[in-house]
């Protein structure tokens, strides 16, 4: 089945220590990826697209079609980062988006 | 400018009642989603409308559940009778355009809880 997988449902890191999510897919072709992000108490937004390729927040994400993975990082993590961070895949060009599980980022003082 | 709001934020209903929530997306999107994250599940789409017609509905799970978008604005999804599965976040969410450079909106979600 075509699905993306987060495998770390929690990740735990210190201030100033890099960090990366990880994201696999299991869609062929070109796939569409994103990264969404729920801060405590907000809704779900948008924090960066592969097709963009930019860097938002200090986060990156290479889409590595040899691996299927879709990682997101960050050099130097920052408390603010803590969060639950979404993978997702975006079918039919604007329609429909299948999410990965999920993974809940704690920043350490 | 508001974003997608929806409303109740949070529901507590008994099995076999009816729930109807309501998402009110970004004036002007024409695309309106509904999503829903149940207990320790992903994110999973729901169904899609374009205006008022529904584009993809393949993500209901059940005829318990019913959307409409009368008038291609305002949204409602309800859920008759309700289920203790059924408990869980509903998220609706808003886009303007289709394709590449297409950002999707979320809503706070609805909180549902049946027991």
């Known amino acids: 089945a075509q699905r993306v997988t987060q495998p770390e449902k929690l990740l735990s890191v210190f201030k100033g220590a890099p960090v990366e999510l990880k994201c696999n897919y299991s869609?062929?072709?070109?796939?569409?990826l994103f990264w969404y992000v729920q801060y405590s108490r907000q809704r779900l937004q948008l924090l960066l697209r592969h097709i963009s390729r930019e860097s938002i927040k200090g986060f990156t994400a290479d889409l590595n079609k040899g691996e299927t993975s879709f990682h997101l990082k960050k050099p130097f993590a920052q408390e603010e980062d803590s969060a639950m961070y979404y993978c997702?895949?975006?079918?039919?060009?604007?329609?429909?988006?299948?999410f990965g599980g999920g993974t809940r980022l704690m920043v350490k003082p | 400018e508001a974003g997608v709001t929806q409303f109740p934020s949070h529901s507590v209903i008994e099995k076999g009642q009816t729930v109807t929530l309501r998402c009110d997306p970004i004036?002007?999107?024409?695309?309106l989603y509904w999503y829903r994250r149940v207990m320790g599940k992903e994110i999973k789409f729901l169904l899609h409308f374009v205006k008022e017609s529904k584009q993809d509905e393949s993500g209901m799970p059940n005829n318990r559940f019913l959307a409409e978008r009368t008038g291609g604005t305002y949204s409602t999804l309800k859920v008759q009778p309700a289920e203790l599965e059924d408990s869980g976040v509903y998220f609706c969410?808003?886009?303007?355009?289709?394709?590449?450079?297409?950002?999707?909106?979320f809503g706070e979600g609805s909180w549902l809880t049946v027991v």
């Open positions: 869609y062929s072709g070109s796939p569409e």
């Open positions: 004036s002007g999107h024409d695309n």
């Open positions: 969410a808003s886009s303007q355009v289709l394709g590449n450079g297409n950002t999707i909106y």
């Open positions: 997702a895949h975006e079918h039919n060009a604007g329609n429909m988006l299948t």
